[in-house]
């Protein structure tokens, strides 16, 4: 017999999953219960009902402190209707940088809305705007759940953190304890390259994600995903996508006129690995990514950002929960990171094309837990490559 | 005696009006609810009720299949709070196309802000941002509502749903089932006619609605509509709008320097009706607009998008529930439209005006409900005029 | 022992605190029951709840009738989440006149997400983005607590309402009546001004507010404010806010290169009073704001909007409750202001700065509430300086 519950959860959107506690139990929502794949079938009192976070950070870079930062990163505020027993019905708005509107630069978006149908007490399906499986911040990047103020590097460079897609996708749990998530959505557009701008150096997935915006679907990605927790205090996973960014017809004599990278294919892979053992958490995660195809591409860019052949990242990070004390909780950390957003490019030698450098981050501090639904951060982190980022972080977030 | 229920509804918003039910039975919030005029007086148990719907779409056109396109077209927020017995306050908040910013596509917009008072059992008053009553689809256009993926042609490009104004309104129902709407209202502004653009063409009044948003409001436009439902699974209905669209002052000599059709008028009408016997579901609908006195203004947007003097539009539909199982409902159905949004114009010979050819699409698909909030819809669309037009939908949609 | 209340309450953000009121009480939500520092502590039944408030306005200028417009002002939803006994998160999200977007005119905006923690029942602490304690309208402008269809000029032109700041907070009430608030925040940034603007002249602080938007913060600002509510009916309070303004580094010789105003000071104080005798509610207040050491700033900025060095306003409004029937109560409201945005400059004599003339304004009117949740406005402005402005304003607005 399993060792581990495996009535699958209602979705891979954590805070969704835990939306309903708090109706019960108002000051004990426990992380356990914002796991995906976990939380119980049962309906709520009332069908509808809400989550949300939020994050406010300030950077003080040591060595230009005229640019020192305070930002309202993101408010988010979700909606879960439980339409019937078997189908929930998940929506999160998000607004970041505090003001949105023409004269701003502020955003407000529908970072997901879906429609989420289980089989049986294993399998599920769903379909609309959803978070790709891959890494562990993508899906679950409320303030209390990852040490520091700034996501970090690798799952916001390489793995486009928060990254979604609209698709359908079927998902579920083995008696065995392997959760699985497999689906067919929209992808990039490779398109969205601007040469201009420095966007697609700092993180080139992001730089042309599409987030079911009038998203450009003449082809369609695919993803599959794993992650297996079978002990206690262990979570073990990889992921997948893969899909074509051109999007154009596949007649190349009319159609693809002025076309360029006509079969690029973007694939990205991700490893990781979390063992939180007593008052120890520790993770590990290695990413990479490949755009094919590219080299006719890179001339027409030619002195302006290439698009990369490859690009890759990984950290390893070590918490420990030292202090205790009612609803306090103090978890110094340290995180090594070290990630490339252009190891490789595919291009003529005259376009000259020279990788980056690998980057290599230390980040240090402390987590302070207020309860279930605040968190007080503080921070370091050193840059070996690019030292003029060398900065202090402060953050407060939120998470209910 | 009247053979219908003749208490009046807290709206003509329907999902609002439902709101209140999901608290009591969550999975059984019927259509029949969801009517306007007819929800319960009662108060919820707390006042203050969400009510939300959502739309995801997939156009494939056959001709140019490149530009396949997967958009998050709107996710729907509204909170509905009855701060007494009598009144009631709607709002209504809307997010289109996924992304909100400076550098994005989409749109953050108040759908509705409504203050409504009820008099008596019969006749109510509202205030605010509300819906024009016209045609089904601008009061009526949750995704479970209508057929197909798209909302028909002649209810956006004639009738511009979903359109709102800011202003007052008196409602009621007559004991003979008879229901009434009329009020005065913010109105349309010619001066943001835009001759470079296409979007005149598209849709004449969508181009120049205001939207409450600093709508110039020198001349107020009035309303009138009425609507039967005397007979079980009847509604035959009818309404007209008029307001002058130039806002300029009256003295000519001085202050309309510069002013072009200074006493245009704006008239739209329709009529409507729709008979659902046994497993049917019949519509049909029929809706013209007028702008007067443009002759002088076309002659100065020569050479660009004229302003029509006329447009109509008007369709049949016919669907039909094929199939029942447990939560699932199939409705496979046609429509046919036939809608011109320039089928004459005043100008001066030498302008070159010619009215436009009148469009007709058939439209053939299904709709697959799956409990009473959640849809999966597809169709074909196939056109007369612009056959690069005809593509595949596919659609996900949601309402609570 | 004190004659009043003295246990704080959840916030200064008034609205917030009345949140959980509803869900007991649906038509009761009193006014005293949103007052600042005197709702309860004990948590509602569910920890989220929710508040919200609109205004919906229509401005039509007596001598340029042509530019009558109405607007739907603002849109409010807010959500309030207790998190435990003694820890509240507040958010608030604000959409300003209906539709935001690229193309649009509107704006979404995070007006207040804070977290808040009492120490005990007098004294409080919080951090996050939140409403800065100065003059009545910036804490409380919901459209029930002030007279009038639009804010009076002195707490939006001198006093930059909706004025908000990332910071840290101290709050409490001393065992005699008196409420205190003191804080460290983010502040104004002078690099924001515009020259080519008139908006700095319209309102010199909400012209380079930062909002929690990617706010500069080299130097942070301190503000601190008091409030005696000892005797029933009266309200007598002063606050002040100041911190530097150019956000640059210290040493001159080389990071200031090209720098202007790098020791600006900008400082805001004011002092109100509100007494409400019987059916009486007469207030007065005074607000004063300077900016330092703008001498140099104004040379480069000559020949377009200065920098001014004083600006002030005040103003003094009596309202009576002359009628009152069920849930209808009718006040009618005078108000005089005097306001200057820009009496002083700091400038060499060839720059030519001269100090706007001071605007009087005269507004008549009468507010008729519906209930605690609704209000209708009506009134008369007549400017001294600029007659042009003169018009009659209509509004609509809710709370709940």
């Known amino acids: 017999t399993p060792a581990t519950p495996v009535a699958i959860a209602a979705s891979t959107a954590p805070a969704a999953a835990a939306a309903s506690a708090p109706a019960v139990q108002p000051t004990a ?27 406010i950070s300030y950077n003080r870079p040591f060595r230009n402190q005229s640019q020192t930062q305070i930002d309202v990163r993101r408010v988010v505020l979700g909606v879960s209707h439980q339409a019937s027993e078997r189908t929930r019905i998940v929506t999160e708005l998000e607004f970041e940088h505090a003001v949105t509107s023409a004269d701003d630069s502020g955003e407000a978006a529908i970072e997901q809305v879906y429609v989420e149908h289980r089989l049986n007490d294993n399998v599920g399906l769903k379909g609309g705007l959803f978070l790709i499986p891959l890494g562990f911040l993508n899906l679950k990047h409320e303030p209390l759940t990852y040490y520091g103020v700034e996501r970090n590097f690798v799952e916001t460079a390489i793995i486009p953190s928060t990254w979604r897609e609209v698709g359908l996708s079927a998902f579920g749990v083995s ?14 557009d490779l398109n969205k390259w601007d040469r201009s701008s420095t966007e697609g150096q700092e993180s080139p997935l992001a730089s042309i994600h599409q987030e079911g915006q009038f998203a450009r679907s003449n082809n ?40 360029y990278a006509s079969g690029a294919r973007i694939t990205l892979w991700d490893a990781h690995a979390r063992w939180t053992p007593g008052n120890w958490d520790l993770a590990a995660l290695y990413a990479r990514g490949t755009i094919t195809d590219t080299n ?17 990242g990984w950290y390893t990070q070590a918490a420990y929960r030292i202090w205790e004390h009612g609803e306090y909780q103090l978890s110094p950390f340290a995180r090594y990171e070290v990630f490339n957003t252009a190891s490789g490019y595919a291009a003529p030698a ?32 050193r840059f070996q490559v690019d030292r003029s980022r060398d900065r202090l972080n402060l953050g407060i977030g939120y998470q209910f």
């Open 175 to 188: 008696d065995a304890g392997l959760r699985w998530d497999i689906g067919m959505t929209s992808g990039f």
């Open 29 to 55: 929502t426990s992380l356990a219960a914002r796991e995906p794949y976990t939380s119980p079938l049962a309906a709520p009192a009332s069908p509808t009902s809400f989550f949300g976070y939020g994050e």
């Open 296 to 312: 006719e591409l890179n001339v027409q860019l030619a002195g302006g950002t290439l698009v990369p052949k490859t690009f890759f």
């Open 220 to 259: 369609l990605s695919a993803y599959a995903a794993v992650s297996w927790r079978g002990t206690p205090g262990l979570d073990v996973g990889a992921g997948i996508f893969s899909g074509k960014a051109s999007h154009k017809l596949k007649d190349p004599s009319t159609a693809n006129a002025g076309q």
């Open 350 to 381: 005259w376009v000259g094309a020279s990788p980056l450098q690998d980057e290599k981050v230390l980040t240090t501090g402390a987590n302070l837990k207020v309860g279930e639904n605040v968190v007080l951060k503080a921070d370091i982190q």
